[in-house]
């Protein structure tokens, strides 16, 4: 008689224990999986380049070479051509034009350009559209009942659940 009392209270205390637990763990046969994509912009630069011709400057060009040539020239000639005291002064009113005269021979009455190319690069940002993986929608019957859940890996074949056992109120237990 002892025996069945125990039996009795250990069969009891192993039913409250379980029943007293938020649930169990069991698996379900997976029926359907679905991957489930999003589109997401991902911004990229996007550049181009284009080569433009623009004057610059010649080195060299403006410089002080045809003056000094000819201020000497101006200046030899005027002295030759004076006497005297007007020697000296027609000796510098040469030297003057001279070098006048030979600075605009020199620079041809301006300053000297080339054209030379240059790289100009100009960039924008350009939204691309992207569809990536989400996750997987996933169909599983568990003791004939059909379910679906999101998940963000393959589950396989079969998939773990968590089952709960909670007790029917006087209304619904009528309708069963």
């Not at 006497?83 to 620079?107: F, L, P, Q, W």
Request: glycine share 14%; proline share 5%.
């Amino acid at each position: 008689m002892q025996r069945i009392v125990l039996m009795t209270v250990l069969a009891a205390s192993g039913f409250a224990a379980h029943a007293q637990a938020p649930g169990f763990v069991d698996r379900a046969r997976v029926t359907g999986v679905e991957p489930q994509y999003e589109q997401v912009q991902v911004p990229r630069d996007e550049c181009s380049s284009q080569w433009v011709n623009e004057p610059r400057p010649v080195v060299g060009g403006n410089g002080y070479g045809g003056a000094i040539i000819g201020g000497v020239a101006g200046g030899l000639i005027g002295n030759q051509v004076g006497k005297g005291h007007g020697r000296e002064a027609a000796t510098a009113a040469g030297a003057v034009i001279g070098a006048i005269a030979g600075d605009r021979i020199a620079n041809q009455g301006g300053p000297q350009y080339e054209t030379a190319q240059r790289e100009v690069r100009s960039c924008r940002t350009v939204h691309e559209v992207q569809t990536r993986l989400n996750g997987y929608r996933v169909s599983y019957e568990y003791r004939g009942q059909q379910y679906t859940t999101f998940m963000r890996e393959q589950p396989g074949s079969t998939l773990q659940v968590r089952v709960s056992v909670t007790p029917l109120d006087e209304r619904e237990a009528r309708r069963y």
